[in-house]
Nanobody, 116 residues
Framework: VQLVESGGGLVQPGGSLTLSCAGS????????VYWYRQAPGKGKERKLV?????????AAYADLTGRSTVSRDNARNSVYLQMNSLKPDDTAVYYC?????????WGQGTQVTVSS
């Protein structure tokens, strides 16, 4: 099982970014994919911010509610997290996660920095 995030970067407050998570080594289309973020100064705490299941049903949580869209392209084994109206508090490393055969798998993360 492998997950690879991409799409992070430096963006100004109010801007947008779309993160991608590409999966391989498992039946990607059959699993719910979760997005977490780990903010600086928060230790190792990873906060759930969105998920999308195999049918495309999705939700955003907490700070990203109303400012994000989660989608997936099963033909590309990929999930996307589009974030809008970004704030400095959105600065974090963003990870995608799946739970397969009884264990969690994580990507390496992608850094999002919101700053002017």
């Amino acid at each position: 099982v492998q997950l690879v995030e991409s799409g992070g970067g430096l963006v100004q407050p109010g801007g947008s970014l779309t993160l991608s998570c590409a999966g391989s080594g498992f039946a990607f289309n059959s699993y719910t994919v979760y997005w977490y973020r780990q903010a600086p100064g928060k230790g190792k705490e990873r906060k759930l911010v969105a998920h999308i299941n195999s049918f495309g049903s999705n939700a955003a949580y907490a700070d990203l509610t109303g400012r994000s869209t989660v989608s997936r392209d099963n033909a590309r084994n990929s999930v996307y997290l589009q974030m809008n109206s970004l704030k400095p508090d959105d600065t974090a490393v963003y990870y995608c996660n799946v739970y397969v055969a009884g264990r969690d798998y994580w990507g390496q993360g992608t850094q999002v920095t919101v700053s002017s």
